[in-house]
């Protein structure tokens, strides 16, 4: 390693550098400047976006959106719609624009040429061309000016394997362009040629994640397998054309799969001596110096240099967003100042390590640009192993400068239309105006003191600070901030090999304890029974998964018996006991979530992220209910002078919880502790095939130290026992999960008055849904593409809240069917122990043969889009699309309970709204749209008790989206919410006169 130079040499050098730099860029006016003098309406826009926070954001919200509108008269009107919001303050011109009658007039279709043709001149600034002549002449200026460039083919999301082979297909063609072009291009000492070397003179930029639809960190094997086998297509024949390849890296969840990927394919023999491939460093992440000290070390052991980009990171508001939601630790840096200064700290380490890698420093910050340079001049880095590097349209001036003054300098060129090119040009316009931005700073004319200054952390300890020698301090990861309310469980992040590993090892484990006998538990015991019925696997049926014991009309009654028993005491526990056992119950879950989740993933056939996000559900149904029992255990007073009021609670009674399959462990815990801790003894009655998550729940209860008789684990066969425990006297709620038709029954027997019974029962029940996607002209459609494709064949459309119909209207309807159906055509199906598989088998025979009638049905009623075909061995459905689906068809109003799913066309959003609303269920429903007043009509009257916009319509968080829905979709409160608890309640008003012999205490007085 070169010997380092001391930290003050560095500094002064880098203030001494970055004041020529400055002085030199603003020599004849900075380009804000001159874009300031000719104020064009491009121009404006960001101007005002600088100015007002709120028109910033819903300006760039505009933007993001124009490319789906389709008419003037749609634009002006979105237009109008997004400015008008009530967090905007308009510049009187902007003003003065939007004041049109009507869309539809002139005014209005002047104001919709004006904004487009000026975010098209905007869009150009940032995008080197939208076809490969306009790149050329982009590119043969940037030679001229005597700088590098690489280019970066814009493109929709990549959600089909047909637009990811495109890509591929796309990449080779623009290499064999450009290496054409570059025949006739004369050789620029600066860029082309170092330390003797001749240099590529073409340079391209891929993502690693769009070679492979489904490309998933938790399927690492497949995943590596897709991808690599379309990267040696394009390294090969990048080879034969003598162009350069560099790897981008986007966002966090997959960097660590990228970078093994890479390394293990660039150390065989065919690539290793390959010094014209390069991956990216983000700095902007906790783990990016070892990230960056891993991959010097790796190139030292493949003893041929390799390309490091590093930059600052361009997902930030997305990385923080993502880790909140997920309540994982953030792996970015909340304080620029302290990414700057880990930018700093890997740029030195890096050259420090020229040997081995070549550094490209991204960055538009004059200051980590002249830090990088003080750097390579004090250690005499050779000019092969360095370069700088610069976005198209954000640091021209900087890169001519660096140019000019003999630095080799290379320019980032996206290329591409518009559409695809938007979310790129939303990012280079948030980073252009955000207040931190080096670029706006130097616009707004800060002193050079000010910009050039060293960065200096907000937070103490926000970054570990280094003096002198570049080391391989780590870094802590910042855990999510809690922005209030409750504190949710984290699901596995399986970006983390470790977390591969324990879930892998969870199933191996639990595959061997397959074939166990479970027993009921009545009052403390496990006791024998005469019936047993075995639970097999939905994979493969002929593997018995556990055999369970199922309980007599006679043990039944001994259950219930025991109850009643059990219930004075257990009422007057304290809530907070009963609460802790709750807690303590979570925290056994939390320490068995991997095992626990395998039990899932064999008994109902659940991929492994489903079920590890439902353990996180049981767990936060634990300690949510734990909390609301304990706050409405404080009970409301309503004093007044003399007379003291209060409203309390109190537990009804014997609770029957009749639990689904589809959610065995999340709904069967949930409905079993909201009545454990408001106090009522619990008998559970499990789906049969979802037996042996229930033993595992009452282990769970049991080991947490419930009280014998207050939980009761008692399997049996429904139209039995089920009934039996529905219509006993003793009975005082019954919360049921399941069909329509079986919640319908349990609720009319419920109502019957029985010989005996001296209360009305309380059923709470959630029956199902016919729940509808709605996708608008102004859709994102590749967010709407991906969502209805998880919503709808995720678990295989076994939900409650699964999509079963998409409402699109017609001017996307085909755009819209062709990638649904392509991006369906992608999807794995297989067992649901293997990590690649996103399509899972369906319960058991009875579901496969119901679903397979209903998709008879559906032929003769629509359009077969796509069926695909499906495994033998075990439950599979293969995923079904039917296209011009009837409202009124019997596959758009029955409950299928599949992975069928039916697609009408509308003509407009109020039809849609209408088609949506048109069945006999409320449960869940989505949309589809960047319309405002569309979003503001859903939220009005689309009817359904769960609406998720522009996400996917599952996966429902406790607090954060209480589930539940009306009409014939169910009856009671929202599961996971602030009445839940309520149900399983009675309330009770105490009124004292405490005025004796006229005296009363008047609190305040003397």
Request: hydrophobic letters at 40%; glycine letters at 6%.
């Amino acid at each position: 390693m070169v010997a380092q130079a001391n930290q003050d040499i560095y500094e002064a050098k880098t203030q001494e550098i970055a004041r020529q730099l400055l002085t030199a860029q603003k020599e004849g006016g900075s380009i804000f400047s001159s874009l300031r003098d000719r104020m064009r309406w491009d121009d404006k826009i960001l101007a005002w976006a600088m100015s007002n926070p709120g028109l910033r954001v819903q300006l760039f919200r505009f933007i993001d959106t124009l490319p789906a509108l389709q008419s003037k008269p749609e634009i002006a009107r979105h237009l109008q719609e997004y400015l008008s919001d009530e967090s905007v303050e308009l510049p009187s011109a902007l003003k003065g624009m939007l004041n049109f009658a009507s869309p539809e007039s002139p005014p209005g279709q002047i104001t919709a040429t004006t904004v487009s043709k000026a975010v098209e001149t905007l869009a150009q600034k940032y995008i080197s061309g939208e076809n490969i002549k306009q790149a050329l002449k982009t590119i043969e200026r940037l030679r001229k000016d005597k700088m590098a460039f690489t280019v970066d083919l814009l493109g929709e999301a990549v959600i089909t394997e047909i637009e990811a082979q495109a890509y591929l297909e796309s990449y080779l063609k623009l290499m064999e362009q450009l290496a054409e072009a570059a025949k006739s291009w004369k050789t620029v000492t600066l860029i082309d040629e170092a330390n003797g070397e001749q240099l590529p003179k073409v340079q391209v930029s891929v993502k690693l994640t769009a070679f492979y639809s489904q490309f998933d960190p938790l399927d690492e094997q497949g995943s590596e397998e897709q991808v690599t086998s379309r990267i040696r297509t394009l390294l090969n024949r990048a080879q034969e054309l003598g162009v350069a390849v560099h790897f981008d890296m986007e966002q966090y969840i997959y960097k660590d799969i990228t970078f093994k990927i890479l390394k293990k394919l660039l150390m065989e023999d065919e690539f290793r001596q390959r010094t014209d491939i390069g991956m990216t460093v983000q700095a902007y992440l906790h783990d990016s110096k070892e990230d960056a000290q891993d991959l010097i070390n790796w190139a030292k052991e493949r003893g041929y240099p390799i390309n490091i980009r590093l930059v600052k990171g361009a997902y930030w508001d997305q990385e923080t967003i993502k880790a909140t939601q997920k309540h994982w630790d953030i792996p970015v840096y909340n304080d620029k100042a302290a990414t700057d200064i880990n930018f700093e700290f890997i740029t030195q380490l890096l050259l420090e390590n020229h040997q081995y890698v070549y550094a490209a420093i991204g960055s538009h910050n004059i200051r980590s640009l002249s830090r990088a340079i003080a750097i390579a001049e004090s250690l005499n880095v050779p000019p092969r192993s360095f370069e700088m590097q610069v976005l198209y349209g954000m640091g021209d001036k900087i890169a001519a400068t660096l140019a000019d003054k003999g630095y080799r300098t290379r320019v980032y060129c996206p290329y591409g239309k518009l559409l695809p090119g938007m979310a790129y040009l939303i990012r280079r316009l948030l980073e252009n105006t955000a207040n931190s931005s080096f670029l706006r700073q130097n616009m707004e004319d800060r002193p050079p003191e000010e910009l050039l200054a060293p960065p200096v952390p907000k937070q103490k300890g926000e970054i570990r600070e280094s003096n002198g020698k570049a080391n391989e301090n780590g870094n802590s990861s910042v855990a999510a901030p809690i922005t209030g309310g409750f504190p949710g469980a984290a699901d596995t992040d399986y970006a983390k090999e470790e977390a591969r590993n324990i879930a892998q090892n969870a199933i191996t484990t639990v595959r061997q304890q397959l074939g166990k006998t479970y027993l009921p538990l009545i009052n403390g015991e496990y006791v024998n029974t005469e019936n047993f019925v075995n639970s097999l696997n939905p994979s493969n049926y002929n593997e018995v998964v556990g055999k369970i014991g199922l309980i007599s009309v006679d043990q039944a009654e001994t259950a219930i018996q025991a109850a009643k028993k059990a219930f004075p005491g257990w009422r007057k526990t304290p809530v907070k006991e009963r609460a802790g056992i709750l807690r303590k119950a979570a925290d056994l879950m939390e320490q068995r979530r991997a095992e626990l989740a395998a039990w899932v993933v064999f008994e109902v056939g659940k991929a492994l992220k489903e079920a590890d996000a439902e353990v996180s559900e049981a767990i936060d149904f634990c300690r949510y209910y734990a909390d609301e029992m304990e706050r409405l255990d404080r009970g409301y007073n309503y004093d007044i002078s003399g007379e003291t009021n209060r409203c309390v609670y109190q537990p009804r009674g014997i609770a029957v919880v009749i639990s689904p399959w589809n959610y065995p462990i999340a709904i069967a815990t949930g409905m079993t502790v909201a009545a454990l801790v408001t106090g009522n003894c619990t008998l559970l009655k499990p789906a049969e095939t979802s037996s042996v998550i229930a033993a595992k729940i009452a282990e769970v209860l049991v080991e947490a130290g419930i009280p014998q008789g207050v939980f009761q684990y008692v399997p049996g066969k429904g139209s039995v026992v089920g009934s039996y425990l529905v219509n006993h006297p003793e009975t005082h709620i019954i919360a049921f999960t399941g069909s329509q038709e079986v919640g319908c029954r349990i609720y009319a027997d419920a109502a019957i008055l029985r010989s005996g019974q001296k209360h009305l029962k309380r059923v709470i029940a959630e029956m199902g849904g016919k729940n509808a996607v709605i996708v608008d002209e102004s859709a994102d459609l590749d967010q709407a593409v991906d969502g209805i494709v998880m919503s709808a064949f995720g678990y295989s459309g076994q939900k409650c809240s699964a999509c079963s119909r998409v409402v699109v209207l017609e001017s996307v309807y085909d755009s819209f069917l062709e990638r649904f159906v392509e991006a369906t055509k992608s999807l794995n199906i297989g067992k649901s122990e293997l990590p690649s598989t996103q399509v899972v088998p369906v319960i058991d025979a009875t579901a496969q043969s119901r679903i397979r009638e209903y998709i008879v049905k559906g032929k003769a009623e629509a359009r077969v889009a796509l069926e695909m075909s499906a495994p033998e061995g075990g439950y599979f459905v293969g995923p079904v699309i039917f296209a011009d689906v009837t409202p009124d068809a019997v596959i758009a109003q029955e409950e299928i309970f599949g992975p069928v799913v039916a697609v009408i066309k509308v003509k407009d959003f109020q039809q849609g709204l209408e088609v949506a609303n048109n069945t006999n269920y409320a449960l869940t429903g989505g949309l589809y749209s960047r319309t405002p007043s569309h979003i503001e009509q859903a939220e009005e009257d689309f009817e359904v008790g769960n609406l998720y916009i522009n996400r996917n319509t599952t996966g429902a968080i406790v607090s954060r989206q209480p589930f539940g829905g009306f009409k014939l979709s169910g009856v009671g409160f929202k599961a996971g919410g602030p009445d839940y608890l309520l149900q399983f309640l009675e309330p009770r008003t105490i009124t004292e006169n405490i005025q004796r012999q006229g005296f009363a205490p008047i609190e305040g007085a003397d």
